[in-house]
């Protein structure tokens, strides 16, 4: 429940639902194709200590569920040097 109520705060207006809808369709699709379960990340956290990420197409990625897991809610700044 808290997960959906920060989505539904970092949704900004702009953001195209339709586009999101497709990315976690792909994910669906990949994980049914390849047998490796997959999850739609979010790129920036939606919360963190450092930044606030948005639930937009933009901040979304497709990983692995091991890669996503491992990943946490980690942020390090070096990755947009």
Known sequence: RRRT???EKA????ASLEAMNE?????????EQTGV???VD???PLT????CG???????????AKEN??????FDPSWFE
Request: charged share 20%; glycine share 2%; net charge negative.
């Open 69 to 74: 897991l491992s990943k946490g809610n980690k």
């Open 5 to 7: 109520e920060l989505q």
């Open 11 to 14: 949704f900004p207006e702009w």
């Open 23 to 31: 990315i976690y369709e792909m994910a669906r699709l990949i994980t």
């Open 54 to 64: 948005l639930h937009c197409e933009a901040n979304l990625q497709i990983l692995t």
């Open 42 to 44: 979010h790129i920036i």
């Open 48 to 51: 963190h200590e450092l930044v």
């Open 37 to 39: 379960e997959h999850h």
